[in-house]
């Protein structure tokens, strides 16, 4: 079992900058997959950025340019650097660790932080 728990949510003006922060438990981190996502008012979630064991990045769309992941394997943490803030980015983050050991799907989720992005 891993726990994942994210902090750095928080109100940030348009334009803005904020830093998320998620700190995994146990001695997988390494090889496994983290993920950013997000799920804004009635919508459904989406992935906001993802980083392999292996260091490969993909970005949504719509952040691409202004956010930016990264991960620390001595901490145990993953990042996301969220620059140039819009109103729409407004949402609750989710961490995600994932992996896939022997056919098997170790999938985990965080609980959480909102970031409202508003002036």
């Known amino acids: 079992q891993v726990q994942l728990v994210e902090s750095g949510g928080g109100l940030v003006q348009p334009g803005g900058s904020l830093r998320l922060s998620c700190a995994a438990s146990g001695s997988s981190f390494r090889i496994s997959a983290m993920g950013w996502y997000r799920r804004a008012p009635g919508n459904e979630r989406e992935l906001v950025a993802r980083i392999a064991s292996g260091g490969n990045i993909n970005y949504a769309d719509s952040v691409k340019g202004r956010f930016t992941i990264s991960r620390d394997n001595a901490k145990n943490t993953v990042y996301l650097q969220m620059n140039s803030l819009k109103p729409e980015d407004t949402a609750v983050y989710y961490c995600?660790?994932?992996?896939?050991?022997?056919?098997?799907?170790?999938?985990?989720w965080g609980q959480g932080t909102q970031v409202t992005v508003s002036s």
């Open positions: 995600n660790s994932y992996r896939v050991l022997f056919d098997k799907v170790y999938d985990y």
